[in-house]
């Protein structure tokens, strides 16, 4: 630029140069990355406070796998290979301008790639955390001191960063388990079943189905995969190692049979972890009823409670294939009436079960309990309590809400009242024998006092005659 003087005695100039350049930028960014060979970097950009940046540039190179943006100055992408603390220069670019930033990069090794670093470095304050089994083969760094001498399972010697040390095919973790040397290739462990799993560390060393120690407690070898336990239901469980067990269908909640006299009953027999092949009832069941010594059912009806008691016990022996164990099953049957013939019985031993006991004994339309309550015989259809009644918390209750006392129940003439009759009658007798007695006394006295009055008058004529 040239700038003129001038005045009324002439002109003068001078000459300069004006050049305008950018306002020197001012970043905010996170100057340390630690990042894990294998795994993506979360990407990295400055913040940009004031100033203006036209273009950015890194040096030297960033690390393998990783890419920066010149445009926006981004970082991003898997770095691939493990690094030691270096630090880069970020370059903002402006008009006249060109400004430095230092950036750290760490890239640490992760040996069995999952996802943890073998070792993070001193200070590290993040979201890492230091594999403490850098190649996994699950021993721990500490033990596996890399000597190549096995001086026992808590220090074998080991490469913390190789598997299987030895080359042998076995991990060093499971040669320890199975009791040989991690360092030495012609120390390997059994495989029965070449599975790849040395015998000590599988459930099923011979592979036959069965765990080693299902088969020391059924008697069979756990080496040998043609001998297997005996499992005759094929259930999956030796049979020495389940128990056998019988039950009855159609059983109360007490475990007992309830027979309805005069309706068939069945009663079928349920068999659990066994197989049977003899079955035997004691005592001998009442006549009507038939025990199936084929599968062990009892079926068949009942005409009448007075051939067979209110209740009989019986024994059911079953025999088991295979261990030849004896089952024994108590059954007791209980005998119910049918008063009025509706198929369900009087009684139920505890109300609850498949047999539910009859609620209307007498088929009145009313319930047992509510007739009881208020009085009305419940086997008696002529008799019930009415409309009027109702059961109230166990009460009979009218229609004013006040509470019926049931009469006593007329239970028909008993001994005490018999013998009371029978007394009343012989004194009733006596005293009408005494009050006869009496009265013929009177007659005779009577009489003989008449036959006296007539004699003595007799004599008194007589006398006066003379």
Not at 127 to 141: F, I, R
Not at 243 to 265: F, H, K, M, R
Request: hydrophobic share 40%.
């Amino acid at each position: 630029y040239t700038v003129w003087a001038n005045n009324s005695g002439g002109s003068t100039s001078a000459t300069f140069s004006l050049e305008v350049i950018s306002q020197t930028p001012s970043l905010l960014y996170v100057e340390e990355l630690v990042l894990l060979a294998g795994d993506a970097m979360p990407s990295w950009q400055p913040f940009v406070l004031y100033g203006s940046v036209d273009t950015w540039a890194l040096t030297p190179d960033a690390p393998d796998g990783l890419v920066f943006n010149t445009m926006i100055g981004r970082l991003s992408g898997t770095p691939t290979t493990p690094a030691d603390a270096m630090t880069w220069t970020v370059w903002t670019n402006a008009t006249g301008v060109a400004v430095p930033w230092n950036l750290t990069i760490i890239v640490l090794l992760d040996t069995d790639d999952d996802g943890m670093p073998d070792t993070l470095p001193e200070g590290y304050i993040g979201a890492l955390v230091e594999d403490l089994d850098d190649d996994n083969d699950g021993l721990l760094d500490v033990l596996e001191t890399d000597t190549g001498i096995y001086l026992g399972p808590g220090n074998p010697g080991t490469n913390p960063l190789v598997v299987d040390t030895d080359a042998d095919g076995w991990d060093d973790a499971e040669e320890l388990i199975c009791g040989h040397d991690p360092t030495d290739a012609s120390d390997v462990p059994v495989d029965t079943d070449g599975d790849g799993l040395c015998d000590a560390l599988e459930a099923d060393p011979d592979g036959d189905g069965w765990s080693s120690l299902d088969e020391l407690a059924c008697s069979s070898d756990p080496l040998n995969a043609t001998s297997v336990p005996v499992d005759v239901d094929g259930d999956g469980l030796c049979d020495a190692l389940v128990q056998p067990e019988v039950t009855y269908t159609n059983l109360t909640d007490s475990a007992s049979g309830i027979v309805v006299i005069g309706l068939p009953v069945r009663f079928e027999a349920l068999v659990i972890n066994a197989e049977v092949e003899g079955w035997s009832i004691s005592p001998p069941l009442p006549d009507g009823l038939v025990f199936n010594t084929t599968d062990g059912s009892i079926s068949g009806s009942v005409s009448s409670i007075e051939e067979t008691g209110l209740e009989s016990q019986h024994t059911v022996a079953v025999r088991e294939v295979g261990y030849g164990r004896n089952i024994v099953v108590e059954l007791d049957l209980l005998f119910a009436a049918d008063s009025d013939g509706d198929g369900l019985a009087d009684n139920d031993p505890d109300g609850f079960g498949s047999m539910r006991g009859d609620i209307d004994d007498d088929n009145d339309g009313w319930n047992d309990t509510i007739e009881a309550a208020c009085g009305s015989d419940p086997l008696d259809a002529t008799e019930y309590p009415g409309p009027d009644f109702e059961l109230v918390n166990g009460a009979c209750v009218n229609n004013s809400g006040e509470t019926v006392v049931p009469p006593p129940a007329d239970d028909g003439p008993n001994l005490f009242t018999m013998c009371l009759l029978f007394w009343a009658a012989v004194v009733v007798l006596a005293l009408m024998h005494r009050a006869n007695e009496q009265r013929e006394h009177r007659k005779k006295l009577a009489a003989e006092k008449d036959a006296m009055i007539t004699s003595m008058i007799a004599e008194h004529t007589k006398a006066e005659e003379e």
